[in-house]
């Protein structure tokens, strides 16, 4: 990119350096925080010891574990179901290819061309799984698509800090960890990490509103991180292109215990599922509304009518 050295920030800009920037009397996590976490994990999960192989493993990822910790019968269809996509969802991957072509962009920035770059990158490319929705989409849509990725860039040139190439940015920064001889797999994929080993930053870019979920998620991505290269990240961020607005955290042990737990908890559940040692439960919450049987399933939806306020009694 971009990157000029003393360019100007305005007060949003400024408020994300001030956010992720290193405080002057930060410190790393001591070592041992590496194994203890990593004996945390290995012993809340020895009973899946086993269970998976190599060839046949147990992945998990932080999609597995939030729909499994909401309602297990939404988790299990959506493993059994490929991923459909829609317009939200490739708005959030063009986005996303967006930044990464601004990061490494070379002369005159016009978000226009980038987006238009962005798309024909995804559309063209056959490894992309949303190259097909892409070229399948009409004139119109194909136009609307093009406007709601154009806000998310503009957003994040205007309102994020112009990255400096000694941040060492990286984007879609793949990490993961197994157990129990590959049986056991955690998997992550971080749209944006900033900073070298043992002081990264790992930053998701969201195309939606800021959830609590986001929080798990970032902590699910800093234990897989700091298990992987054996040091832990040293910020958390989760940023709206929408709203321009940056919701970070620390990484501390107690965080790093926490996503433990999280993650131990989940990937025991998950793997009761795969195995179908039991019935998956169904738990009412805001995905009912993209649910394939949220039309035939009762609980699921009497919450989608008290959610649009209808009166329950009047099924
Ligand atoms: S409609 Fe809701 S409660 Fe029912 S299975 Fe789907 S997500 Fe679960």
């Known amino acids: 990119?971009?990157?000029?050295?003393?360019?100007?920030?305005?007060?949003?800009?400024?408020?994300?350096?001030?956010?992720?920037?290193?405080?002057?009397?930060?410190?790393?996590?001591?070592?041992?925080?590496?194994?203890?976490?990593?004996?945390?994990?290995?012993?809340?999960l020895a009973p899946?010891?086993?269970?998976?192989?190599a060839d046949n493993p147990l992945r998990v990822n932080k999609h597995h574990i939030a729909t499994v910790l909401g309602c297990?019968?939404?988790?299990?269809?959506?493993?059994?179901?490929?991923?459909?996509?829609?317009i939200n969802t490739v708005r959030g991957t063009i986005a996303h290819k967006g930044i990464e072509?601004?990061?490494?962009?070379?002369g005159p920035i016009i978000p226009g061309e980038i987006v238009d770059a962005a798309i024909t990158s995804v559309a063209e490319n056959p490894r992309e799984s949303?190259?097909?929705?892409?070229?399948?989409?009409?004139?119109?849509?194909?136009?609307?698509?093009?406007?709601?990725?154009?806000g998310a860039v503009t957003n994040f040139l205007e309102c994020f800090p112009p990255i400096k190439p000694q941040w060492r940015p990286m984007v879609e920064y793949s990490a993961s960890y197994s157990l129990f001889n590959n049986s056991v797999?955690?998997?992550s994929r971080m749209d944006l990490v900033l900073g070298g080993p043992g002081r990264k930053v790992i930053i998701d870019l969201k195309t939606g509103r800021l959830t609590p979920t986001h929080?798990?998620?970032?902590?699910?991505?800093?234990?897989?991180?700091?298990?992987?290269?054996?040091?832990?990240?040293?910020?958390?961020?989760?940023?709206s292109l929408d709203s321009a607005r940056l919701d970070d955290e620390p990484?501390?042990?107690?965080?790093?215990?926490?996503?433990?737990?999280?993650?131990?908890?989940?990937?025991?559940?998950?793997?009761?599922?795969?195995?179908?040692?039991?019935?998956?439960?169904?738990?009412?919450g805001f995905q009912c509304r993209w649910c394939p049987i949220n039309e035939e399933c009762d609980i699921g939806a009497r919450h989608l009518r008290q959610l649009s306020g209808e009166d329950e009694d009047d099924s």
Do not use: C
Not at 254 to 277: E, F, N, P, S, Y
């Open 215 to 239: 929080r798990d998620d970032l902590r699910f991505y800093a234990l897989i991180e700091t298990l992987r290269s054996r040091q832990p990240p040293r910020s958390l961020g989760s940023y």
């Open 130 to 150: 949303a190259s097909g929705f892409i070229v399948s989409l009409p004139a119109h849509e194909l136009a609307e698509l093009r406007g709601a990725v154009l």
């Open 185 to 187: 797999i955690f998997s």
């Open 72 to 86: 297990e019968e939404y988790h299990v269809l959506n493993r059994q179901q490929a991923f459909a996509w829609n």
């Open 251 to 284: 990484v501390t042990e107690g965080l790093l215990q926490a996503a433990v737990r999280r993650t131990a908890h989940g990937t025991l559940l998950i793997a009761d599922l795969a195995l179908k040692t039991r019935q998956p439960e169904r738990r009412p």
């Open 101 to 106: 072509l601004l990061l490494n962009w070379r």
């Open 48 to 53: 899946l010891e086993g269970l998976f192989s």
């Open 1 to 44: 990119m971009i990157v000029t050295v003393d360019v100007e920030l305005n007060p949003l800009q400024q408020a994300i350096i001030d956010s992720l920037g290193v405080p002057p009397d930060w410190e790393p996590l001591p070592d041992h925080i590496v194994t203890d976490v990593e004996e945390q994990l290995s012993v809340a």
